[in-house]
């Protein structure tokens, strides 16, 4: 399988990927890494890996059609077959959706629907969960829809939230399981393994 990963950020789950990739667990290959943004961490660490890695963002683009065309004939050009959103902070254009129909996966630092939706990521998402009281945070690996933070979940892994946490030490280890689900969730989809119905998703044993 063909993956590319797109990440606005650090690039921390495009280095578990990577890791997992190295290690055989995961049977993948990184065609791409695609960010908007120049200076994520997350190209640097494409490129230091000679990972084809590009900076393609909209505002670069007279309309939303001309962008997605440019991303889909960049996607063609590497034989990408799935795509991994780690840390991107853009929404993705309708067209790519359309044409990665449940091909397309993000991983969130909460269990959705819970403090989802637009302004939840980073660390307002942990911020959100230590104002709300809850006792029980996680991660969330969703198939991407046209709405945001919205599509089918695959696989939810829970995170306690303690009583001397705070949005740093909570997004630590809560970042901890993501670096080791995201890798399986997308060994499941190399394999084979996932079955979506409807508005449900799941992993096949
Ligand atoms: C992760 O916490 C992920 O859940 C969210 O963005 C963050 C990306 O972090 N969507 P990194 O760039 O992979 O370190």
Known sequence: MNVAVFASGRGSNLNAIIEAIRKGVLPAHLSLVVSNNASAGALELARSHNIPAVRI???????????????????????????????????????????????????????????????????????????????????????????????PIVLQRPVEVAPYDDPVSLAARVQAVEHEVYPLVLKAFAEGRVTVKGARAWIEP
């Open 57 to 151: 963002r909209q505002n670069d683009f007279s309309s939303e059609e001309a962008f997605s065309e440019e991303l889909l004939s960049c996607l063609a050009r590497h034989e990408v077959e799935f795509i991994a959103l780690a840390g991107y902070m853009k929404k993705i254009p309708p067209q790519i959706i359309g044409r990665f129909r449940n091909k397309i996966t993000n991983i969130h630092p909460a269990l959705l629907p819970a403090f989802g939706g637009p302004g939840m990521y980073g660390m307002h998402v942990h911020e959100a969960v230590l104002r709300a009281g809850v006792k029980i945070t996680g991660v969330t690996v969703h198939l991407v829809d046209e709405e945001y933070d919205h599509g």
